[in-house]
């Protein structure tokens, strides 16, 4: 069996005004400036930099933040939410010859309920969130646990993603990765701008 696991945000699907929206709607509740879009997800994305500490000033999240998070997250992750082109097809040549997972830093059961809202839930075998984990991407445990789960060897893997925390974890790993450059961040090289040169990367890693 050959397994393909994707990022979500940024990667399958653009949630980037949910994701702004509710980090926002945190910070205000906690006395802070909004931030300007581009800049909140770029720094979603930066593996370098401890997000609750950006964000929101603390050394780790707290039950208040992720409260509020979850809280508004929940009644607006669904709204303005779009598959990039070219993604559902792609998804559905792949059915058939691969064992397709999600790997995610988001909560498992909000991925879960985006990607179905989307049409695309019941091609994945596995959604895996940060909540089935104790250390979310960069680190290698949700790429563990899926190969695990599935059976699969790691070199019979591929992790797709548009972030330096999803080819970090795949190399720890040591899982193939493409890094796509359609997402939140904007990579200056070793990324692909298409989905077409993503279906050639995979073809290229499988045949």
């Not at 646990?145 to 059976?151: S, V």
């Amino acid at each position: 069996m050959r397994l393909i696991m994707f990022d979500m945000d940024g990667t399958l699907i653009d949630s980037g005004y949910a994701i702004t929206n509710t980090i926002n709607y945190v910070r205000e509740n906690l006395g802070f400036e909004k931030l300007e879009k581009n800049h909140i997800l770029e720094k979603v994305n930066d593996p370098s930099i401890n997000s609750a500490e950006f964000f929101y000033g603390t050394k780790e999240f707290t039950k208040q933040q992720t409260k509020l998070f979850e809280e508004y997250y929940n009644e607006h992750c669904l709204s303005d939410l779009v598959v990039y082109d070219g993604i559902s097809k792609l998804i559905d040549d792949l059915k058939g010859d691969f064992t397709l997972a999600v790997a995610t830093n988001a909560n498992s059961a909000y991925a879960y309920k985006m990607l179905n809202h989307v049409g695309l839930a019941k091609y994945f075998s596995t959604i895996l969130g940060y909540d089935s984990v104790k250390n979310p991407k960069p680190h290698p445990e949700m790429v563990y646990k899926i190969l695990d789960k599935h059976n699969i060897e790691k070199q019979n893997a591929q992790l797709i993603g548009d972030s330096h925390k999803d080819i970090m974890a795949a190399t720890k790993a040591g899982v193939d990765s493409v890094l796509v450059n359609w997402g939140f961040s904007n990579h200056e090289k070793d990324a692909i701008e298409t989905v077409l040169e993503l279906e050639n990367k995979i073809k290229a890693k499988f045949s």
